[in-house]
């Protein structure tokens, strides 16, 4: 249970003009405190306990917000959803007319500075912990990762890019209709590594007369981008015709980006990123673990990995690919994937939606590979990346542990190893 609100609350807010929509947060916050409309993401101040878990995963520093408030009045869900900046911080004298107001502590105390706040609640005790897999993934890269560079353009400074390119990258008729989208940058610097992301600004306004805001996209090229020596990269972008329900739905920035010609401009912030990032230490393995759109970072490092094979000047470890999508059709790539070497990279394809054949996920592949994956756990060289739908992400940290914990490993011990060495990184939404 939650303590009672203190007469001044700090209340943890997140700034929508610098929020990218990635579900970050979300994703991460082990309470449930933090939910999101088509347009802003909010924290609930009656279920947040000052956890901290939201804030070093966020990349853009959005989620790392206060306002001190009323305790007995604190921004309602409801107010949250409607902000397009944040609220002016209350000054002392109004903090305390507020509190007066809402029936709290004496007016002076709080004038005065008297922390008023409240302690962060304990757990309950009672009961067993539900399994949390987003407290495995790891908040720092690997050792060897190249640095990144972040946040070079803003809201309001993004930059322009210009579609160099704009294909399917599945087969048509499908319904998660897939495109591999090229921007160039031209003179802008615009420096990216494997494992980062963009967002995009639609132009227009939404149903409320309001512009729309950047929506995130992983970065599906290498750091040399999609056409080497160029100032570009690409995206992978599925068309989104329905939400999570299945209603009908038109996503505002995919049917935008995937209706691009080439020549047209968009208009582009970031980079962002500091975590997600591939090892180049030599000998290292990487496994890629995703779903449909997912595949965006590890196109971008499976491609990184085959140019440095090619120029014979790195000794790179084991390739292992885990990918999911409903059925053969709907797989982004799946012709290029299957021109690489197998020699190069170990490629487990599983499909949910096959006519006639048992519904298979990446897990199970996982648990059928179990022999290898545990041998790789084993190794120190080992770093594991998960991007796709959030529903995917408990099955298969549950499979690592179980493979682990079949291999005579102690998954408390090598999960908290991942974590603490950058080996395990968990990017869903």
């Not at 917000?65 to 209350?90: I, K, M, S």
């Not at 897939?178 to 227009?204: K, N, R, Y």
Request: charged letters at 20%; aromatic letters at 8%; glycine letters at 8%.
């Amino acid at each position: 249970m939650n303590a009672p609100m203190p007469a001044v609350l700090k209340q943890h807010v997140i700034d929508p003009e610098i929020c990218i929509r990635c579900n970050t947060c979300e994703a991460t916050c082990p309470v449930a405190a933090i939910t999101h409309d088509d347009r802003n993401y909010v924290v609930d101040a009656a279920k947040c306990n000052f956890c901290m878990a939201c804030i070093s995963p966020c990349p853009t520093g959005s989620i790392d917000n206060w306002r001190q408030v009323p305790g007995a009045r604190p921004y309602t869900l409801d107010e949250q959803l409607l902000w397009d900046e944040l609220p002016t911080e209350l000054s002392a004298d109004a903090l305390a007319a507020a509190v007066a107001e809402a029936g709290g502590a004496d007016p002076a105390a709080v004038a005065d500075g008297a922390d008023l706040s409240a302690p962060v609640p304990a757990p309950d005790p009672s009961g067993e912990t539900p399994f949390n897999s987003a407290q495995w993934g790891a908040q720092v890269p690997p050792w060897s990762a190249a640095h990144p560079y972040t946040k070079l353009y803003g809201p309001k400074a993004p930059t322009t890019a210009t579609v160099v390119g704009n294909v399917r990258v599945n087969e048509a008729g499908t319904e998660n209709e897939t495109h591999h989208i090229v921007l160039d940058f031209g003179a802008m610097p615009f420096p990216v590594l494997e494992g980062q992301s963009i967002a995009v600004i639609p132009p227009g306004v939404d149903a409320q007369g309001k512009p729309h805001f950047a929506r995130q996209y992983s970065i599906a090229s290498p750091r040399n981008g999609e056409r080497p020596g160029y100032n570009n990269l690409s995206l992978t972008v599925k068309r989104v015709v329905a939400d999570h329900q299945g209603r009908p739905v038109k996503g505002v920035a995919s049917n935008y980006l995937c209706d691009l010609a080439v020549g047209a401009t968009v208009q582009v912030i970031g980079p962002f990123g500091s975590s997600f990032l591939m090892p180049n230490h030599p000998r290292s393995n990487i496994v890629m673990i995703c779903t449909g759109t997912g595949s965006a970072p590890m196109r971008g490092m499976t491609e990184w990995r085959r140019r440095l094979r090619q120029s014979g000047k790195f000794e790179g470890g084991k390739l292992m690919l885990f990918f999911g999508a409903r059925t053969q059709a709907e797989l982004p790539y799946f012709g290029p994937l299957m021109s690489l070497p197998k020699d190069f990279i170990d490629i487990n394809l599983a499909f949910s939606r096959t006519p006639g054949a048992p519904k298979r996920y990446v897990q199970d592949l996982m648990r059928e590979r179990a022999a290898d994956l545990a041998a790789l756990l084993k190794d120190g060289n080992t770093c594991f990346y998960v991007c796709g739908l959030k529903s995917m992400e408990e099955g298969v940290v549950l499979a690592l542990r179980d493979i682990a914990e079949g291999a005579g490993l102690h998954w408390d011990t090598v999960g908290a190893t991942l974590k603490a060495e950058g080996r395990l990184h968990l990017e869903t939404y």
